[in-house]
C-alpha cells in the first residue's frame, strides 16, 4: 500500500510540475490556435497535405484579411470561411502587422 501511495505521490508531482509549463508555453502559438478553430477540409481527402495562409488581426482580436495560397478555389473558400471573424489571441499584437502560417493537414487514423 505504501509503495502504491509513493508511486501516486511521484505521479502527482510530476504531472503537476510538468503539465502547466507545456500547456501554458504553447498555448499562445499561432499554429496551435488554429488547428482549434479549423475542421479538416473535405476538400483534401484522405491525403492531406500543406496549406499556406496570410492573415491579419483586428480589433477584439478578430481574424480577417484572410488569404489562402492553393490553387483549389474550393480549399481556399473553405478555409476562409472557417477563419474569418474567429477570435485569436497573440500577447505582442501590432494592427498592421500580417501573419503568415504554414498549417499540416493530417486525416486521423
Known amino acids: 500500500m505504501k509503495g502504491l501511495m ?3 505521490f511521484v505521479f502527482f508531482t510530476t504531472v503537476a510540475t510538468c503539465y502547466p509549463l507545456t500547456r501554458w508555453e504553447k498555448r499562445y502559438e499561432i499554429g496551435n490556435q488554429l488547428s482549434c478553430l479549423l475542421d479538416y477540409p473535405a ?3 484522405e491525403n492531406g497535405g500543406i496549406v499556406v ?10 481574424i480577417g484579411k484572410v488569404k489562402v495560397f492553393t490553387r483549389d478555389d474550393k ?3 473553405d478555409l476562409i470561411r472557417q477563419l474569418t ?3 485569436i489571441f497573440l ?6 502587422t500580417s501573419y503568415i502560417v504554414k498549417l499540416r493537414f493530417i486525416r486521423a487514423k
Open 75 to 77: 480549399l481556399n473558400n
Open 53 to 62: 495562409i496570410q492573415f491579419s488581426v483586428g480589433e477584439g482580436s478578430a
Open 91 to 96: 500577447p505582442d499584437h501590432h494592427a498592421a
Open 43 to 45: 476538400v483534401l481527402g
Open 85 to 87: 471573424g474567429k477570435r
Open 6 to 8: 509513493v508511486l501516486f
